[in-house]
């Protein structure tokens, strides 16, 4: 009597942006990796033009342990890990980079660490035996370096390597976390530390991180700004949403990049103040949008023509923010609620608000 074949113990979720190359070698190293132990992999694609979904559906045809999941519109590493594992039915998950950084022929030795009592086993580079160099410019090690200091100070236990994107947990203490994590950026496992409100107990097991072959990394500038935008969205109890916080703060820049084309239209170029403040308000307002499309909703980018129409939105909302801006910091002065410093702080922030809330639903449509 045959049944159905038996279900994975272990899933592996496996993020990937443009890893079309790396998917085959992947598959491979797994399945010499993971001898005797039932498992599956969860290659999570946000799309990729280069065909890595694709790619991992041609294996999958050949390999019914293999799964992919492919996110439209999407992008993040941090959520492409937290759908994948929340996809899975296994016992435990890991989680590995998809370009072969990460040194799978330790998963045996993680998954042995969790089933003797460890809540989280993490592949380290920052313990005895673990190295980091080869895989690292020394620009990069000097970046990853101070990171990895600011979030040892803000974990509740001491972890060699928080900034592993390579780690093994049951998938219950994942499921339970879930809810409470931020997802945002590149560091989800330091996310799941900070996340579980208690210290968890942690094994590291060693490995050397490899040098990239084929592909390119994904980490930029704004990466580190999420990475800020993480340790903010905890310390600050999740109780101010960062992506209002980082809303804010490119506000605030606004004022200063308006001030500036004031200042060069009006000295410079001699034009009247009035026409000059059409222009400054122009320009402050691009910038403010060009920077929002870029850090705040960094996961939710418009390009080509949805960039334009979320623009001119953008122009409409933040206008009907400033009439209202105006209005009622003009009727708390009027009706002598306030006096002016209030009412112009009245004003500003009802801005900043409003304009928040509707940009996140209808310009850039935050979930
Ligand atoms: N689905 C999806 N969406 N995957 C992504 C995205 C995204 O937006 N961005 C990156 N990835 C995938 C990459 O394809 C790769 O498999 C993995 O996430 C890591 O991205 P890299 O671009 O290679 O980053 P890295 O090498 O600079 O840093 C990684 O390795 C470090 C060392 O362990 C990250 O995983 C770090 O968290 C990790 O510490
Ligand atoms: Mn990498």
Not at 27 to 35: G, H, P, S
Not at 104 to 114: K, S
Not at 154 to 162: A, H, K, N, R
Request: aromatic content about 8%; proline content about 5%; charged content about 20%.
């Amino acid at each position: 009597m045959s049944g159905p074949p038996l279900p994975a113990a272990l899933t592996v979720v496996v993020p990937c942006y443009k890893e079309a190359a790396n998917v085959a070698p992947m598959v491979a190293r797994l399945d010499t990796a993971l001898r005797g132990i039932a498992w599956e992999a969860v290659f999570v694609d946000d799309d990729s033009p280069d065909g890595t979904a694709a790619e991992v559906r041609a294996v999958a045809a050949r390999d019914p342990r293999v799964r992919c999941i492919r996110r439209i519109g999407r992008r993040g590493l941090a959520s492409a890990v937290t759908e994948g594992a929340l996809a899975s039915s296994a016992e435990f998950v890991a989680v590995i980079d998809g370009d072969l950084q990460h040194d799978e022929t330790i998963l045996p030795a993680m998954l042995e660490a969790v089933r003797g009592g460890a809540e989280v086993a993490v592949g380290s580079r920052h313990v005895e035996g673990g190295a980091a160099s080869e895989g690292f410019s020394a620009a990069r090690g000097a970046v990853s370096g101070a990171g990895t200091r600011l979030a040892q100070a803000l974990l509740p236990t001491p972890v060699g390597d928080p900034m592993s994107g390579f780690f093994l947990l049951r998938r219950d203490l994942f499921e339970a976390l879930a809810p409470r994590l931020s997802a945002r950026g590149f560091k989800i496992l330091l996310d799941v530390l900070l996340s579980a409100g208690r210290p968890l107990r942690v094994a590291e097991v060693p490995y050397h991180f490899r040098p990239r072959e084929a592909g390119e990394s994904k980490l930029d500038a704004t990466v580190l700004l999420e990475f800020v935008g993480l340790l903010l969205d905890k310390a600050l109890g999740g109780w101010l949403p960062w992506r209002f916080v980082s809303f804010a703060a490119v506000g605030a820049v606004g004022v200063l990049v308006h001030l500036a084309a004031l200042y060069v239209a009006v000295d410079l170029f001699g034009i009247g103040f009035a026409a000059a403040q059409w222009v400054a308000t122009f320009v402050a307002m691009t910038a403010n949008f060009v920077l929002n499309n870029r850090i705040t909703y960094r996961d939710l980018r418009l390009r080509g023509p949805r960039l334009w129409r979320g623009l001119l939105l953008f122009y409409l909302v933040c206008g009907i923010g400033a009439v209202a801006n105006v209005g009622i910091a003009g009727l708390l002065l009027r009706e002598d609620v306030v006096g002016w410093r209030l009412a112009g702080a009245a004003g500003a922030l009802l801005t900043v608000v409003w304009n928040y809330a509707v940009s996140s639903t209808l310009v850039w449509r935050a979930r």
